[in-house]
């Protein structure tokens, strides 16, 4: 950031996205995966309500989210604590980010 004129500021980092679902598979559960996140904590959002929180950084985690997906637009937010970044100082979201169905639990 320095090499850019841009001063750095450990704070909370926000990061939002909107989609479009057309149809929410019936009778199947619905999770978010995040490939990686730096920083830690970090929460996760789905249309405004707080899915979960996750304590750990720079590892795969996911959240269900079957009954919060809905049809039509969606937004899905990533609130990432920048003061607790790792020795890279990358901070963010750094891989990706799928939403999945899978069949229900046995």
Known sequence: L???GVEEVLTWLWYRT????????AGRRLFVWVAEVDGKP????????????IRASRRPFEMEITGKLRKGRNVLAMQID???ISELALGGIIKPVLIYSAP???
């Open 42 to 53: 970090t929460r996760v959002y789905l249309n405004g309500e707080l899915v979960g929180q």
């Open 104 to 106: 229900p639990a046995q």
């Open 2 to 4: 320095v090499e850019q």
């Open 18 to 25: 909107e989609f479009e679902v057309k149809d929410v598979p």
């Open 82 to 84: 920048h003061h607790n």
